[in-house]
């Protein structure tokens, strides 16, 4: 096995490398997209309804933060795309692929902020219980378990 197979684990040029990781993560871009698209969406009808008047100052903050959350994340999700459209061409792919990669990472963790956030809102308007910032903790954990534990649990286990 040559030094090169060592490293990729298959028999490709950079580039090669390059394009494959990219279709990948527009895939997993896609996915993300949807989600903070839907998000951001949703939250932005929010003030325009009667209930948000109604809402205490706590909570029309919360909203706030979670708007520029949502709109934070929908830049860095939607980066990749902008990037590799301004770069195309110029024969810097593997850099573009870093970038859009580190683009979506963030934009995962703003997702995530985001969703908590709204998780936030959302259960004390509707329950105005104690129990609120327990139930949005443990739905933050479980994230935290499917989104980078899991992945980073089987990145170390299955790899050299």
């Known amino acids: 096995m040559t030094e090169k197979e060592r490293r990729t684990g298959r028999d ?5 490398r390059a394009d494959r990781m990219w279709g990948e993560l527009i895939q997993e871009v896609r996915v993300a997209q949807m989600g903070v698209q839907i998000l951001f969406g949703f939250l932005l009808t929010v003030v325009f ?20 959350l949502g ?8 980066g990749p795309v902008s990037l590799h459209r301004l770069v195309s061409g ?11 990669s580190r683009l979506t990472f963030v934009g995962l963790i703003l997702l995530l902020a ?11 308007v509707a329950t ?4 609120v910032p327990y139930l949005v903790t443990g739905v933050v954990l479980w994230y935290l378990v499917c989104w980078f534990a899991v992945p980073l649990w089987t990145r170390h286990r299955h790899t050299e």
């Open 12 to 16: 490709e040029t950079e580039d090669e």
């Open 49 to 68: 309804t009667p209930k948000y008047d109604t809402l205490d100052d706590t909570d029309q903050t919360i909203y706030i933060v979670t708007v520029v």
């Open 71 to 78: 709109a934070a994340a929908t830049g860095a999700l939607i």
């Open 90 to 100: 110029r024969r810097i792919k593997p850099k573009a692929v870093e970038w859009a």
């Open 114 to 124: 985001t969703t908590a956030c709204s998780l936030l809102l959302i259960l004390r």
């Open 128 to 131: 105005h219980d104690g129990y």
